[in-house]
């Protein structure tokens, strides 16, 4: 019974090693594979921290065993021994964690300047869409066809709600701002997420490496429908993204009276999948 706490201790850092071992092929890690550049960064980042995390936890149950080892295969010498400490070790395992520390932020600095600085932007980085939360949905308004994204609404803008569509393989950029509360715009699979601060338009650039579907959620308690708050990002061809914008204008152009022969009536239908047909 006395060798059950040194096993106990030595047995938890084994765990964790093969845990983390077997965690990707039992898709136990990340929500999939980052599909943006910036996205793989972020989880290279993720990798960093864990490797020095993993090496200080199994390093000090090591050194936790061992020492337990040791006074269970002692235990019949009852003389004990009293220090006072070493300065030198007290220094050394203060400045340690701080070095660590240190190295962790300046790591990191690129990877928050090229995410959240404005001036480190992508050159041709251009907003494609804003994007409004309120309780409890994705608002989004798109430029007509061939203009720009202007700060104010304008006549001829496109609105939709839930669905984001974006070109993949481009940077893109879209303006989030807040309604009513504080909300928050997550995407896991482009490891985006991004508060929304009422009174404030906040840009957000990235980039998804292929054509796909991805969940939108909002990532703050936002009140008592926070849990159906979702939407979806669509990223898809240049040419399929034009194409939508075009559906959508003639949905929202559309009076009822002249016949109408791609409708964005079927924007739903076309969420689905059908436009991913017309670029193959």
């Known amino acids: 019974m006395n060798k059950f706490w040194p096993l106990f201790f030595c047995f938890w850092p084994i765990v964790a090693v093969v845990a983390f071992w077997i965690s990707p092929a039992m898709n136990w890690w990340f929500p999939g594979m980052a599909m943006s550049p910036l996205g793989q960064q972020i989880d290279n980042l993720f990798y960093m921290i864990l490797v020095i995390v993993g090496l200080v936890f199994v390093g000090t149950h090591i050194g936790l065993g061992y020492v337990l080892f040791r006074g269970v295969a002692h235990e019949d010498e009852k003389k004990s021994w009293f220090s ?12 340690a964690p701080a070095g ?13 300047m090229r995410y959240r600085v404005k001036s480190h932007f992508p050159d041709e980085v251009q907003p494609i869409a804003e994007v409004t939360a309120r309780q409890f949905e994705w608002r989004i308004r798109y430029p007509a066809p061939g203009k ?6 304008q006549p001829d803008d496109l609105y939709t709600v839930n669905d984001l569509h974006v070109p993949f393989g481009r940077p893109v950029m879209i ?18 997420k991004q508060d929304a601060v009422p009174g404030t338009v906040i840009p957000i650039w990235f ?17 008592w429908g926070h849990y159906k708050m979702r939407g979806r990002v669509f990223a898809e061809r240049e040419s399929q ?17 002249r016949e109408l022969g791609s409708t964005g009536a079927q924007i739903a239908e076309y969420s689905r999948g ?7």
Do not use: N
């Open 84 to 95: 006072h400490g070493s300065h030198k070790l007290e220094v050394l395992w203060s400045v």
């Open 207 to 223: 980039e998804t490496v292929d054509e796909g579907d991805f969940d939108l959620t909002c990532a703050e308690l936002c009140g």
């Open 175 to 192: 303006r989030l701002r807040s309604m009513d509360v504080q909300h928050s715009f997550f995407v896991p699979e482009l490891r985006i």
């Open 241 to 257: 993204f034009q194409h939508y914008l075009k559906t959508l204008q003639a949905e929202q152009d559309y009076d009822g009276v």
């Open 274 to 280: 059908p436009h991913k047909q017309a670029g193959h």
């Open 100 to 112: 660590i520390l240190l190295f962790m932020s300046l790591y990191q600095l690129d990877v928050w």
């Open 148 to 153: 720009a994204l202007m700060p104010t609404p």
